[in-house]
């Protein structure tokens, strides 16, 4: 599946849309990687269905400030390390690793870890996307625990984390991580293969792989038009409703880091520059779209922000001023859309007074309001 | 050495003296080992002679916030918990516990898991007073790491730390202890019988309770100078110097929180109202004590606040405007004042600009200016 730079490039490129203007820039991790593939070191990755039942599967995660995350390199040192401290504190080989979140920088480590350790790595992940807290992975909300898990830094010191509830290890992890310097490797949600096909949302690492292809062959086609080839590839996705959401550029961007959370407000306006005003709200992802004041897309329904002719995705710390982008509205995958999902993961555990309402069912609201506007 | 109520009750008033304005009131694990005496379960204490040299030694202490340690209530459950979760970690039987600190509360935690489990406790402790951070322990300073150790909190959660070093076990722990609600139990500073007569300050429960004592008995006689009697018995300690460094009043007392830290300013005047004043400083415990501006005590040396009349020991969250006390000033164990001990609880590791020292020194200087000023 990972064979070349390209095609590593390419899963990355899915996975910066994936992460929903958070997760975090995978390109550090992805350049560690490129360079193991150029000495022939492949990631290896297999499906869901070739676990053995009892497999043991562990997920290798970086947690803390996205913007640090960014900037760390990763070390090949500390992953194995990582690995061997996992496996002699759980007591087992680890047949398989498994991303926590496919958005993101959290895609691309686990791939790393793969590539200098030969543990493949499952196409399937817990969230189908980015999420700012740990305990919100479907993994967790279809009854895997994520403790006992391993914190481990870059000079050497561990913490192990064993927790009563998932909401609790988020805590005591965030705390734990901020000593550590706001960034560390993480070891968790150890889960059977059994598991894996029960709990996780499966066929991620293709999906990303998929949406950073669309990009890229859609550029180089003579008629290259990035975004028809990426809506139409993200529309066959298990029907999945994907649109543009808004054409303009940013007018303004508000950032504040409060609380190790990175609050923003994103501002843009119609290339034409009539009075149609669209934002985004950021609390690590973007996490509501409104136009002219109406949602258009909330989470966990993906909102992504590409650059106006190269479709390239891009983080919330990307944007600036004056950037010609489109936003992109992506109907989540439909297991974080159940009712279990939404209590751990709907709008409202982001400070949104609103339930959450589909995308499609949004767009229709602006498409009837438009009719009687036009009347 | 603890058969009766009384018995604890010395030991605990010795352990405020001993904490030195902080450290946490020893109060509520008090009435929980008072419980257990009335119910004929009695702490043990042992000689550190009676230790097998590979005797599997471990520190129970509370780590926290002293006014949430003060609240807490003392659990059973927990600290039994606590010792069969370090038992399996660690994978050896506790022959014996130690106080990291015999200065407060953390002085009757052992004792109370003691008195419940049958293990006994060595007399002796990591430092002789209370300080303000897990690495200021001569366990630390002559060489036994502090991890790895478990945090657990009353509802279950566990923590197992694992630092390259002592300093940063303090960050990491002091993190997550924050997490948990400002307050956790620890097993800490697994160490061998051998190790507790090298390293640890010992005699130090013994040193506590003969203080308690020393105060109930001056009270009790005819002639009742608590002061008189506890003087002596300070005097009695390896030629350590104790002083009365000031007799007032309470005039004014600031304290602040800040940074997980209790900072504070005790000033007081003499009960003539001249012009004498004295200040102490907080940081968790008192950390310098000056005459007029000039030191008369200060780190590691010990500065204990006393009830002007009754010579009950205070801690500084019990001062008030008006109280009347005197201020007591304390040669620290003689292994707190090795130059290696002082680089680790040296007054400048507490902010002042000042090399350490000695109380006899600082008095020796008080003498001097007061004949100059007398002429």
């Known amino acids: 599946m990972i064979e070349t730079v390209q095609d590593l490039q390419d899963m990355a490129r899915g996975a910066v849309l994936l992460g929903t203007g958070g997760g975090g820039d995978p390109y550090v991790g992805e350049l560690f990687v490129s360079e193991q593939i150029k000495r022939g070191k492949l990631p290896k990755v297999v499906s869901p269905e070739s676990l053995d039942d009892d497999a043991f599967v562990l997920s290798i995660a970086g947690i803390g400030a996205p913007t640090v995350i960014v900037e760390q390199l990763v070390s090949e040192k500390t992953l194995l390390r990582l690995l061997a401290r996992a496996e002699a504190f759980y007591g087992r080989r680890v047949d398989a690793l498994i991303s926590a979140e496919i958005g993101g920088a959290n895609s691309v480590f686990p791939l790393a870890l793969s590539a200098i350790s030969g543990v493949p790595v499952v196409d399937a992940d817990g969230i189908g996307r980015a999420v700012p807290q740990l305990e919100m992975t479907t993994f967790s909300i279809y009854g895997i625990k994520a403790t006992p898990c391993l914190l481990m830094d870059d000079v050497g010191n561990v913490v192990v984390v064993d927790a009563v509830n998932d909401r609790t290890a988020e805590d005591l992890c965030r705390s734990v991580v901020t000593a550590m310097g706001s960034m560390a490797f993480s070891a968790i949600y150890p889960m059977s293969g059994r598991q894996v096909r029960e709990c996780a949302v499966l066929g991620s690492l293709t999906l990303s792989q998929g949406i950073g292809r669309a990009i890229r062959v859609g550029r180089d086609r003579a008629d290259g038009d990035p975004f028809a080839s990426l809506l139409a590839y993200l529309r066959q996705q298990d029907g999945r409703v994907a649109r543009i959401l808004f054409d303009g550029k940013v007018t303004d961007v508000l950032h504040e880091t409060r609380d190790g959370w990175h609050f923003g407000l994103v501002t843009l306006q119609d290339l034409r520059d009539d009075k149609d005003q669209f934002t985004i709200e950021i609390r690590n992802e973007f996490i509501v779209a409104r136009h002219n004041g109406e949602p258009a897309t909330m989470v966990p329904d993906l909102i992504s922000v590409l650059d106006r002719e190269s479709a390239e995705p891009l983080?919330?710390?990307?944007?600036?001023?004056?950037?010609?982008?489109?936003?992109?509205?992506?109907?989540?995958?439909?297991?974080?859309?159940?009712?279990?999902?939404l209590e751990v993961l709907g709008p409202r555990l982001f400070g949104i007074d609103s339930d959450f309402i589909p995308i499609e069912d949004l767009a229709a609201k602006i498409e009837a309001a438009d009719?009687?506007?036009?009347?």
């Open 315 to 341: 983080t919330g710390e990307m944007l600036t001023y004056g950037q010609r982008v489109k936003v992109l509205g992506f109907a989540a995958d439909p297991m974080l859309r159940r009712p279990e999902s």
């Open 371 to 375: 009719m009687v506007s036009a009347h």
